[in-house]
């Protein structure tokens, strides 16, 4: 299709936030080039005049961080750089009424499952056969699979089931097959993501099918390492850890954010559990699952939280000695639950208490590297850097955890498994030789 001038119609998909965003682009992306139509990803040359910005509205930050993007769009826009600009993902979900009076120079805002809708504006049709096919736009060795989009939980700070709507599975044949492509195409690692991976086929099959799911993506041949991500600590399914102890290529990873320890907090966050409930699934997945790493996130600052709150949180930060630890500041978000309550905790003590606790972190996660040192591990080799190979083990997430940085005598291809001896250790990186 021609657009203004004679410029070759083409289309280019910017991406922020999360994981789940970079899949629904890569879905985009895919269903574009099914169509025959120009597209690319992030692309830096000037020379696409379509750009598709696929949004992020979960907390302050990342709401500006979008709103900037959008604008400098918009002003490329006015330099005649680019002829469309059009906004989807969580931020268009949210806020679109305000932000087309606001921005009215975007050409369409869309939501987060309106991307039919979307592939008509930039005269595609939806391929349902492309279903299971997967274009990334990282590194092939590993992909991110999301196994269910939304979130039927009442979270009391978050503003996800606004942007991202009820929970719904993909069924499992949807979700091997595409297993399946990924490891056809170099894909050894696969990572399991969802709002609540553990709600997965509750809706759909009437059960809790993860462990289901997690064993028949287990024998997709070609897949070395697949890691679970966003489990949710109420009615955890305990089949899952049986899998996972059985599955040599499932990894002894779990991310389970956890939001809190304190018992008061987690009731007024509406968690659904205490403390004490999630001390015993910590030990219970732990003894399941010997050399588990766990992965969890918490908030500091929520309306209500008290003095002696957090130090509760300390003490189960200190008692627990989580291998990886995320800390966030909380956020006053619109018609969330806690929206209705006093943002009482001055941003100064939230970024105290988040500094507090991350400080309390780097000693344990300092002590729990230099374990590491003089042992051997399997690293799957993620990039080279000023020469130096960067790599992670089966218990590091990509971006948000520890590496492994690598010195090796001899050649190492990207996205190869290697084994190395880890020789020093850092409070958030492992030094290991290639042996
Ligand atoms: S489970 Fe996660 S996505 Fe769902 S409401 Fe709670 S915090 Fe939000």
């Known amino acids: 299709m021609k657009t203004k001038g004679s410029r070759q119609h083409k ?60 604008l400098r769009y918009v002003d490329a826009k006015e330099e005649g750089i680019v002829e469309k600009v059009y906004v989807t993902g969580c931020l268009s979900q949210r806020y679109k009424d305000d932000l087309e009076k606001e921005i009215p120079k975007v050409d369409a805002w869309f939501g987060t ?58 069924p499992q044949e949807e979700l091997v097959l595409e297993a399946k492509n990924l490891a056809r195409n170099g894909t050894k690692e696969l990572l399991l993501i969802a709002q609540d991976s553990t709600y997965y086929g509750l809706d759909l099959y009437k059960k809790r099918a993860l462990a289901e799911l ?21 009615g955890f399914p305990m089949d899952v850890l049986e899998v996972m102890a059985e599955k040599k290529n499932i990894c002894k990873y779990l991310d389970i954010p956890l939001q809190h320890g304190s018992t008061e907090m987690l009731q007024m966050m509406r968690r659904g559990t205490t403390r004490e409930k999630t001390e015993v699934l910590l030990q219970t997945i732990r003894e399941k699952v010997p050399n588990i790493a766990i992965r969890t996130t918490l908030i500091a600052g929520h309306p209500g939280e008290t003095e002696k709150h957090f130090d509760e949180m300390m003490s189960f930060v200190e008692r627990s000695r989580f291998d990886r630890l995320g800390v966030f500041p909380y956020s006053h978000e619109e018609n969330t639950h806690s929206y209705s309550m006093k943002d009482d905790i001055p941003e100064k003590i939230k970024q105290d ?10 000693g344990i996660s300092l002590e729990l590297n230099q374990s590491k040192v003089g042992k051997v591990f399997k690293v799957l080799v993620d990039r080279k850097e000023e ?13 948000v955890d520890n590496e492994v940085i690598l010195k090796s005598s001899e050649y190492v291809r990207l996205g190869d498994f290697v084994e190395a001896k880890v020789t020093n250790a850092t409070e958030f990186d492992l030094h290991a030789e290639v042996i």
């Open 353 to 362: 208490r988040v500094e507090r606790l991350m400080g309390l972190q780097e």
């Open 113 to 170: 499952r309106d991307l039919s809708r979307l592939l008509k504006q930039l005269n595609a049709d939806y391929k349902q056969e492309l279903v299971g096919e997967r274009i990334l736009t990282n590194p092939g060795h590993f992909a991110y699979l999301k196994i269910s989009e939304g979130c039927d939980r009442p979270c009391s700070f978050c503003a996800i089931p606004l942007m991202r709507g009820n929970h719904i599975s993909r």
């Open 11 to 70: 289309v280019n998909i910017v991406t922020l936030g999360c994981s789940k965003n970079q899949v629904d682009s890569e879905v985009l992306l895919t269903q574009l080039k099914g169509n025959r139509i120009d597209a690319t990803h992030e692309s830096k040359k000037d020379d696409a005049n379509i750009v598709v910005i696929n949004t992020c509205g979960f907390i302050d930050n990342a709401k500006q961080e979008s709103i900037d993007t959008i």
């Open 387 to 399: 020469g130096i190979y960067m790599g992670r083990t089966e218990y590091d997430s990509p971006e």
């Open 214 to 234: 997690l064993r028949k993506l287990s024998d997709v041949e070609g897949i070395e390492w697949i890691r679970l991500h966003y489990a949710f600590p109420t």
